[in-house]
């Protein structure tokens, strides 16, 4: 499969936010995956207490490549749109299919007879445990390797812009 120019992944999942109080929750996610940050993959959660179906309801539908989203900048928190966003590295995400991975903030390991995925989530603020279904999450990450396949991120790092942003430095053709 051939990327299209944004080389970037979407898909939009329902996850069940599992609690010890009662019954699983169902909470509507987005997976992304962008190749200008080629080793890092977001899921933002809707949790809007007005639409318990929050912008993109809580089915499951096969992901898709789409527009690029905004990329990823600040802490692994952060509002987009109305939702709550994390970023994890895609290589924690292909190891918790298989078996479990991960230290501190974010966890992932196979669930419920290997038919869904255990996805951890913890901050000062408190912990989550959410399950998501094996067989998209699979299909997101194929569809990310089609984009930049694995072991070849470093090709799709730009390290001179990426040092200027860090050290905000003026760029090398304006001085």
Wanted: aromatic share 8%; net charge negative; glycine share 8%.
């Amino acid at each position: 499969m051939i990327c299209n120019r944004s080389k970037s992944v979407e898909a939009h999942v329902g996850l069940r936010l599992i609690s010890a109080e009662g019954a699983p929750v169902p909470v509507p996610a987005t997976l992304l995956y962008a190749s200008e940050d080629p080793y890092a993959v977001r899921v933002v959660f809707y949790m809007d207490k007005s639409d318990p179906n929050g912008p993109h309801g809580p089915s499951i539908t096969e992901p898709s490549i789409s527009a690029a989203p905004a990329p990823y900048r600040g802490p692994s928190t952060q509002n987009i749109d109305a939702g709550i966003s994390w970023s994890f590295s895609r290589e924690l995400l292909r190891e918790g299919l298989h078996s479990p991975s991960g230290y501190g903030d974010v966890r992932i390991w196979p669930w419920s007879g290997n038919r869904s995925v255990a996805i951890a989530l913890s901050s000062p603020d408190g912990y989550a445990l959410f399950e998501a279904p094996r067989r998209v999450v699979k299909q997101f990450l194929e569809r990310t390797y089609s984009c930049v396949g694995e072991g070849r991120e470093d090709q799709h790092i730009d390290v001179d812009a990426a040092l200027i942003e860090l050290l905000k430095l003026p760029d090398a053709d304006t001085r």
